[in-house]
């Protein structure tokens, strides 16, 4: 069983405030990623870490930043938000070791920005 | 070049009934793996089955298989005796090893909605 945890599950917020979202995975998993994700799109990575004091831009330019201090816990903060931000977050984990294993997912941020 | 492609982003198929969701894949690697994810509306991603490529048989999980033609470079996703529950988003992802540092790519998704 995956154990990856998203907080908050549903935010709406202003515009220009900082927003952190967690994730934090245990099971030790080395690599984690951030999706961003529109209503029935695909999903856009936009950050990925290797392990810890390791952070990686993905495909799709984003504001937001990330850090990786420490290998269960790999938060995205958006600075000053806007309602272009307004989307899905996806945090997932995998393990490098093992090719045959899955991604593993939090449950999503759904993120509106006023 | 995609990666993953799926070409059906909706498809409809009535309740018991089989339906197949199409994936090709874009590697020169040979070693790689091929997964789909079940997305409901609620958000989010649900690991359904997976595909080596040095695996000899397609993969089964339940109500799912995986019809994997390498030569062709398919992976498509059957899902048997179609329930309401199954009415959500479908991913087919390709994970590299050897080439990419262990990246995952997806497809732009195929909406099943299952008619009663």
């Known amino acids: 069983e995956a154990d990856i945890y998203q907080t908050p599950r549903y935010l709406v917020i202003g515009t220009g405030k900082k927003i952190t979202l967690e994730c934090s995975q245990t099971?030790?998993?080395?690599?984690m990623y951030w999706y961003q994700q529109d209503p029935g799109m695909e999903l856009h990575l936009i950050h990925y870490s290797y392990g810890v004091n390791s952070t990686e831009k993905g495909d799709l330019s984003s504001e937001s930043t990330v850090s990786r201090i420490r290998t269960e816990h790999f938060p995205l903060t958006l600075e000053s938000a806007r309602p272009s931000h307004t989307s899905q977050y996806l945090c997932?984990?995998?393990?490098?070791?093992?090719?045959?294993?899955?991604?593993?997912f939090g449950d999503g941020t759904r993120l509106s920005i006023l | 070049a995609q990666k993953i492609t799926q070409t059906q982003p909706g498809m409809f198929v009535q309740e018991k009934e089989a339906v197949t969701l199409d994936c090709t894949y874009d590697?020169?690697?040979?070693?790689?793996?091929l997964f789909w994810y079940k997305q409901p509306s609620s958000g989010e991603m649900i690991f359904l089955i997976y595909q080596g490529s040095y695996d000899q048989q397609n993969a089964t999980e339940g109500r799912y298989s995986l019809n994997f033609q390498k030569a062709r470079k398919s992976a498509n996703l059957v899902i048997s005796a179609s329930q309401l529950g199954d009415s959500a988003m479908y991913f087919c992802a390709m994970r590299e090893v050897p080439k990419t540092g262990n990246q995952f790519y997806f497809g732009t998704g195929t909406s099943l909605t299952v008619i009663p």
């Open positions: 590697t020169s690697d040979p070693s790689y793996g």
């Open positions: 099971m030790g998993h080395d690599k």
């Open positions: 997932a984990s995998s393990d490098p070791t093992d090719s045959n294993q899955p991604q593993h």
